[in-house]
């Protein structure tokens, strides 16, 4: 039996949705925040494009990863 994904039980961060998240949108407020610190939001496959759309029209998108793909300085 194999461990479970880390990712497993991550939820989309989408106001009111509740399923799993598949994706990362990672951002960062360079007004605000360090150039080493990396903001996360989840997404599912539904909100993927929204959240992406929303930080990327204010432009602080870094990049939209797979949750598989986070790591520690991720958050």
């Given at each position: 039996?194999?461990?479970?994904?880390p990712a497993a039980g991550l939820q989309?961060?989408?106001k009111g949705c509740?399923?799993?998240a598949q994706h990362a949108?990672?951002?960062?407020?360079?007004?605000?925040?360090?150039e080493s610190r990396r903001k996360v939001w989840l997404a599912c496959d539904d909100h993927r494009d929204q959240l992406?759309?929303?930080?990327?029209?204010?432009g602080l998108l870094i990049e939209v990863i797979d949750?598989?793909?986070?790591?520690e300085a991720d958050g």
């Open positions: 039996m194999s461990a479970p994904s989309c961060s989408a509740r399923a799993q949108v990672v951002w960062r407020n360079p007004r605000l925040h360090a992406r759309d929303f930080v990327q029209l204010r949750v598989d793909q986070l790591t």
